[in-house]
T-cell receptor, first 111, second 117 residues
Framework: GQQVMQIPQYQHVQEGEDFTTYCNSSTTLSNIQWYKQRPGGHPVFLIQLVKSGEVKKQKRLTFQFGEAKKNSSLHITATQTTDVGTYFCAGPNQAGTALIFGKGTTLSVSS | DAGVIQSPRHEVTEMGQEVTLRCKPISGHNSLFWYRQTMMRGLELLIYFNNNVPIDDSGMPEDRFSAKMPNASFSTLKIQPSEPRDSAVYFC???????????????FGAGTRLSVL
């Protein structure tokens, strides 16, 4: 069946270091979404990418959608302790009726 | 808007008891989703509704689980009888629609943390 995979599963960085998580889909996606879940919290929508090769920035966060629309990445520059949490990517299923979430990348940051 | 509202926030019950989780989606949202999150399995989609109609319940683990959406502003997820392996955080999410970007952006409730002893 259709799958959305993320790597790495866990990442620990020192504050100030950069961080990247990668998302790969087994099928071409019409769009991809990224969510962040803080420890003890719920997933919160961050951004949606629609176009092939699209790059969007939110302050220190850079999101990219691959040319083939099967992969995506989230890069955080100069991590801060507020960046701690699990980052999920999600893409529509083939029927377009629901989102398939990756298992997420959990980021921890030490100061 | 108050966002997606779930109740209760925490539920502790004994094995064999019935558990009912409740969700009020964002007003005007046509799609509603129930998820279960555990460390081992991550975020699993259990069932989703569009315009109060169940579209796909293939994620429901077994017959002990059932979900209803009697109207556009309320949904329940019921587990009967509950088992210790049902312990997890259950999230409800809603979106304006499911098929069209950006209407398929999902807004999650705070979740219900269920512990079955």
């Amino acid at each position: 069946g259709q799958q959305v995979m993320q790597i790495p599963q866990y990442q620990h960085v020192q504050e100030g270091e950069d961080f990247t998580t990668y998302c790969n889909s087994s099928t071409t996606l019409s769009n991809i979404q990224w969510y962040k879940q803080r420890p003890g919290g719920h997933p919160v929508f961050l951004i949606q990418l629609v176009k092939s090769g699209e790059v969007k920035k939110q302050k220190r966060l850079t999101f990219q959608f691959g040319e083939a629309k099967k992969n995506s990445s989230l890069h955080i520059t100069a991590t801060q302790t507020t960046d701690v949490g699990t980052y999920f990517c999600a893409g529509p299923n083939q029927a377009g009726t629901a989102l398939i979430f990756g298992k997420g990348t959990t980021l921890s940051v030490s100061s | 808007d108050a966002g997606v509202i779930q109740s209760p926030r925490h539920e502790v019950t004994e094995m064999g008891q019935e558990v009912t989780l409740r969700c009020k989606p964002i007003s005007g949202h046509n799609s509603l989703f129930w998820y279960r999150q555990t460390m081992m399995r991550g975020l699993e989609l259990l069932i989703y509704f569009n315009n109060n109609v169940p579209i796909d319940d293939s994620g429901m683990p077994e017959d002990r689980f059932s979900a209803k959406m009697p109207n556009a502003s309320f949904s329940t997820l019921k587990i009967q009888p509950s088992e210790p392996r049902d312990s997890a955080v259950y999230f409800c999410a809603s979106s304006r629609d499911f098929a069209e970007s950006p209407k398929n952006i999902q807004y999650f409730g705070a979740g219900t943390r269920l512990s079955v002893l």
